[in-house]
């Protein structure tokens, strides 16, 4: 459990400053230091309860969500409210997302967009520890419902923080809800985010996947995010990633954990072909690269090589990397000789 940047009393006091950055950080310190204190990680029900300055936090945390203060202090505010579980910051934040600007009726700017994405991370927070208690399942299922009507807001910050919180909240109740949603966004921006929330379902379903490879073989395939889908599809063991993983072999910085990814995909079915498996083999050639990533290439080779061929080329050459100079590169020889032994052991039953 991290500590926090302020102690508790510090951050009381820091809470009457005239002084906003002062007060910003008792806004993120507060909330943090009570759960700090109490020796639990947050978010946590009703935590303020179970501290003898409980009160006084509470009290401080509701100053700075008064709506003289700049937003930055509110948002903060909101979030260490949910992060001790008190319920009333629903009521206090949800107009925040029905208002073009949290309030101020006119504009819609940064500080609009800040209490949005504040609002839904309180509510995502406050839904944690209701769950982690066992307790408020009427409160849990409006946030629920809040999160995914935010989904489909107009503002489209507000949709890319809703994408992140559903799965936060629903965990692969989350998949249904996501996979439409990205099937109907426009935005870029929104539509990353989005795959990036799919990713973090573990692992992701039928749903999930199938959205994921009709953006692979759309025009997004070969962009940024036709990677992280691939990446994601690899994850739930989809042999339909290989071919986008092997042509980000040729962008370096994409290319150690596309070769990670290959490695998890092994000889999933349909096994690689023989120009796949070339593909790599190419790669392990090139005397320049890193030595690390000439063992992620040499171990995906492993991987992707039936492993009763005697003559496997990947482990020919995780053989030779053993007596590499740099000992973090003999370490990750050893790491993938590991792994090799426990696949092939859970593999055949043992």
């Known amino acids: 459990m991290l500590a926090p940047d302020l102690t508790l009393a510090a951050a009381l006091r820091d809470s009457k400053s005239t002084d906003d950055r002062f007060r910003y950080q008792a806004a993120e310190n507060l909330a943090r230091a009570l759960l700090f204190e109490l020796r639990q990680p947050g978010p946590r029900w ?90 408020a399942p009427e409160l849990r ?84 995010i036709g990677f992280e889908a691939a990446m994601t599809l690899a994850a739930a063991r989809r042999s339909s990633a290989r071919s986008r993983l092997l042509a980000a072999l040729a ?31 190419r790669l392990g050639e090139r005397l320049w690269l890193p030595g690390v990533t000439r063992v992620r290439a040499a171990y995906a080779l492993a991987r992707m090589v039936p492993a009763g061929d005697g003559d496997n080329p990947g482990v020919l050459r995780l053989l030779r990397l053993r007596w590499h100079p740099r000992p973090a590169v003999r370490e990750a020889v050893r790491d993938a000789f590991t792994n090799l032994e426990q696949l092939a052991a859970r593999e055949s039953g043992g």
């Open 141 to 224: 299922h409006r946030i629920e419902a809040l999160v995914e009507d935010a989904l489909r807001a107009e503002p489209p910050d507000l949709r890319y923080q809703a994408a992140q919180a559903l799965v936060e909240l629903g965990g692969s109740r989350a998949e249904a809800p996501l996979a439409r949603a990205l099937r109907e966004e426009e935005h870029p921006a929104v539509r990353e985010g989005m795959v990036e929330a799919l990713s973090l379902l573990d692992p992701p379903g039928p749903a999930a996947c199938e959205v994921l490879e009709e953006l692979l073989r759309g025009p997004e395939g070969v962009e940024g």
């Open 251 to 281: 962008v370096r910085h994409q290319r150690d954990r596309a070769l990670e990814a290959l490695a998890a995909l092994g000889r999933t079915a349909p096994a690689p072909t023989t120009e796949q498996v070339e593909v790599v083999v």
């Open 46 to 135: 009703r935590a303020a309860a179970e501290h003898p300055q409980g009160e006084a936090v509470l009290e401080a945390l509701r100053g700075l969500l008064s709506a003289h203060e700049p937003a930055v202090l509110r948002g903060a505010a909101a979030v260490g409210l949910s992060m001790l579980g008190e319920a009333a910051v629903l009521e206090l934040t949800t107009p925040w997302l029905r208002s073009a600007d949290g309030g101020d009726a006119g504009k819609d700017d940064e500080d609009a967009a800040y209490l949005r994405e504040s609002a839904i991370m309180a509510a995502a927070r406050l839904h944690r520890a209701a769950t982690e208690a066992d307790t």
